[in-house]
């Protein structure tokens, strides 16, 4: 994908003297800032993008604020699969593309929170939430957590009524 600031980005690795930064290369520059700043990368970056870091022995999967750009996993006992597309993910696992019909259902008409990423529609494969960034490693259990709450950016005024028209 892109990222809008990957300029600043690299300026700040450079100030925190990171100095083999390749300033032109996006790639490197997300796996350098993950050496630095860890997870905490991810609230940093802005734009269009789906990435996956790893340390090789986990994979570290996340999306842009607004989930732009998809990405979808499956793990199991020995191994972590995440592609950008459902099918790469059922070709390396080898699982078939059946339906979760719960997942389509909700789909299409919906659910009580709406404000959840929309599932995959194949049973076996699962979808990294936008704005979150998603920990996976063979044989344990998948952790999700949002790096990007957009609360501080929405107007909460406790003005009353009168006072707004006023």
Not at 98 to 111: C, K, M, N, R, Y
Request: charge should be negative.
């Amino acid at each position: 994908g892109t990222i809008d600031n990957h300029d600043d980005l690299v300026a700040e690795l450079r100030s925190a003297d990171v100095a083999s930064i390749d300033g032109a290369n996006a790639a490197c520059t997300v796996s350098q800032a993950f050496r630095v700043w860890g997870e905490d990368t991810c609230s940093k970056m802005r734009g269009d993008f789906a990435a996956v870091v790893s340390d090789g022995r986990r994979l570290w999967a996340f999306r842009d604020h607004l989930g732009s750009s998809p990405l979808f996993f499956h793990v199991d006992a020995k191994r972590a699969f995440v592609a950008s597309e459902v099918k790469q993910v059922t070709a390396g696992t080898g699982i078939s593309r059946e339906p979760d019909l719960d997942a389509i259902t909700s789909l299409f008409f919906g659910s009580e929170r709406d404000d959840r990423e929309p599932p995959c529609a194949i049973a076996g494969v699962e979808r990294v939430p936008r704005a979150s960034v998603t920990v996976l490693a063979p044989g344990a259990a998948v952790q999700t957590s949002r790096y990007w709450d957009p609360s501080a950016l929405i107007e909460s005024s406790t003005l009353g009524r009168a006072e707004v028209q006023e």
